[in-house]
């Protein structure tokens, strides 16, 4: 269990995290989206002892991260692949992990094999692995000690679809087995695949939080969308049957189910050419959601200051 209480984290006069709150429940996937610049790092870094926070705090099975003995036994933590010394091969990273933990080199070959990496790609020294490889190292760390928490910061990034796939797979059978996972990405679709819970949080704020379920009631009122040979006849149509109907893309919105504009087309006698239910999947739900959090930069125009650094951060 993961709980976040009241967080905040201030750099000077700039708020990267705003009292955020949320709990991760065990069995469960917790997805965490945000644009970028949202906070969902910054939170994450706060979670495992690597940022201070200015206000709030995060416990890890009711504990601070600091105060878990030994924890990479309990907590896997992936936040930058790429964290690790350039010059130390995959097999050697892991083995020092195994042994700070106090866990059998055999740990080792378990955790390889796992993430599909070879003896001759364990061999070689990170500054030579690509980012997909990278990613599969900092998820064999992550997966070490076995622990019982997975907190993961774009681990999808880089990976080839049969990549994807094995971690969507992975993260799912680890939850069935009780685990609690809190996963951070942009491939929204992904997410939509594995997380039971998301949490949307925008320029440090959370924005909503529920189950798909329960998150979709959000933009629940029925509507369709469609296109017709004759437009301003299925404009006239639909409108003398009551439904409201505006422009959308080359067609229209209809604040009607995909029957009932089929039945009113039929009624009037229009052609249509497309028809399709226009609820909003979990990319549309985000960026309408998010959209007073989007950082845009008009042609010409000075980009937005930076927020502040924080120190560089390794996966444990």
């Given at each position: 269990?993961?709980?976040v209480?009241?967080?905040?984290?201030?750099?000077?006069?700039?708020t990267a995290?705003?009292?955020v709150s949320f709990?991760?429940?065990?069995?469960?996937?917790?997805g965490?989206?945000?644009?970028?610049g949202?906070?969902?790092t910054?939170?994450?870094?706060i979670?495992?002892?690597?940022?201070?926070?200015?206000?709030g705090?995060?416990t890890i099975?009711?504990?601070?991260y600091?105060d878990?003995?030994?924890?990479g036994r309990h907590v896997?933590?992936?936040?930058?692949?790429?964290?690790?010394h350039?010059?130390r091969?995959?097999?050697?990273?892991?083995?020092?992990g195994?042994?700070t933990?106090?866990?059998p080199?055999?740990?080792v070959?378990?955790?390889?094999?796992?993430?599909?990496l070879?003896?001759e790609?364990a061999?070689?020294?990170?500054?030579?692995?690509s980012?997909?490889?990278k990613?599969?190292?900092?998820i064999?760390?992550?997966?070490?000690?076995?622990?019982?928490?997975?907190?993961?910061?774009?681990?999808?990034?880089?990976?080839?679809?049969?990549?994807?796939?094995?971690?969507?797979?992975?993260?799912?059978?680890?939850a069935?087995?009780g685990?609690?996972?809190?996963?951070?990405?942009?491939?929204l679709?992904?997410?939509e695949l594995?997380a039971?819970?998301?949490?949307?949080?925008g320029?440090g704020?959370i924005?909503a939080?529920?189950?798909?379920?329960s998150?979709?009631?959000l933009?629940?009122?029925?509507?369709?969308?469609v296109?017709?040979l004759?437009?301003?006849?299925l404009?006239?149509?639909l409108?003398?049957?009551?439904?409201?109907?505006?422009p959308e893309?080359?067609?229209?919105?209809v604040?009607?189910?995909?029957?009932?504009?089929g039945?009113?087309a039929?009624?009037?006698?229009?052609?249509?050419?497309?028809?399709?239910?226009?609820a909003?999947?979990?990319?549309?739900?985000f960026?309408?959601l998010?959209?007073d959090?989007q950082?845009?930069?008009?042609?010409?125009?000075p980009a937005?200051?930076?927020?502040?650094a924080a120190p560089?951060?390794?996966?444990?």
């Amino acid at each position: 269990m993961i709980e976040v209480s009241g967080l905040t984290r201030t750099y000077g006069g700039f708020t990267a995290v705003d009292d955020v709150s949320f709990s991760c429940a065990p069995g469960r996937v917790t997805g965490f989206l945000g644009p970028n610049g949202a906070g969902k790092t910054t939170t994450m870094r706060i979670m495992v002892g690597l940022t201070p926070p200015s206000s709030g705090r995060v416990t890890i099975g009711g504990h601070l991260y600091r105060d878990i003995p030994n924890p990479g036994r309990h907590v896997g933590v992936l936040l930058d692949a790429g964290a690790q010394h350039a010059g130390r091969s995959g097999r050697e990273i892991l083995t020092i992990g195994a042994r700070t933990m106090g866990l059998p080199d055999s740990r080792v070959d378990e955790m390889l094999a796992m993430v599909s990496l070879s003896d001759e790609e364990a061999g070689r020294r990170l500054r030579n692995y690509s980012l997909g490889m990278k990613q599969r190292l900092g998820i064999a760390h992550a997966l070490l000690g076995d622990p019982e928490v997975l907190i993961l910061d774009e681990p999808a990034n880089g990976l080839d679809p049969a990549g994807i796939r094995w971690m969507r797979d992975l993260l799912k059978g680890y939850a069935h087995r009780g685990g609690t996972v809190l996963l951070s990405s942009h491939l929204l679709n992904e997410v939509e695949l594995v997380a039971d819970e998301l949490i949307l949080i925008g320029r440090g704020k959370i924005v909503a939080q529920g189950d798909k379920k329960s998150l979709g009631a959000l933009d629940a009122q029925v509507s369709s969308l469609v296109t017709a040979l004759d437009p301003a006849a299925l404009v006239r149509g639909l409108e003398a049957e009551g439904y409201r109907v505006a422009p959308e893309g080359e067609g229209f919105r209809v604040n009607a189910s995909t029957a009932d504009v089929g039945r009113a087309a039929l009624e009037h006698l229009i052609v249509l050419t497309d028809l399709r239910d226009g609820a909003a999947g979990l990319e549309d739900l985000f960026l309408e959601l998010t959209a007073d959090t989007q950082r845009e930069v008009a042609p010409g125009a000075p980009a937005a200051p930076a927020a502040p650094a924080a120190p560089e951060g390794a996966h444990r």
